[in-house]
């Protein structure tokens, strides 16, 4: 893996250890950040797009477990997460 590849992906983990309900403004300025580090071509950029889009739908399905059932929405949360960081390491693989 190329070392901007893999400082990449190491901003990406990173941020995605920061508080569920970030707003698209905070992403936009993480995906600049990823795609000036790295030499991601269109379609990877449109893949790291919807991967992102898919984490926001998740979490919203999840929300309201954060006030009944607070251990399933970590659980799930960091699945989430988990999943997101493994798409994107998929996505600087290519």
């Not at 905070?26 to 797009?49: G, H, N, V, Y």
């Not at 926001?56 to 960081?85: C, M, N, P, W, Y």
């Amino acid at each position: 893996m190329k070392f901007h590849n893999l400082l990449a992906l190491m901003l990406l983990i990173f941020s995605f250890q920061t508080a569920h309900a970030q707003e698209v403004s905070d992403f936009k300025k993480e995906r600049k950040k990823l795609i000036a580090i790295t030499t991601m071509d269109a379609s990877q950029i449109e893949k790291l797009d919807a991967i992102y889009a898919k984490r926001v739908a998740d979490l919203k399905i999840i929300a309201d477990l954060e006030k009944t059932d607070e251990l399933a929405f970590r659980s799930k949360r960091r699945a989430i997460f988990k999943g997101s960081e493994n798409s994107i390491r998929l996505l600087m693989k290519c």
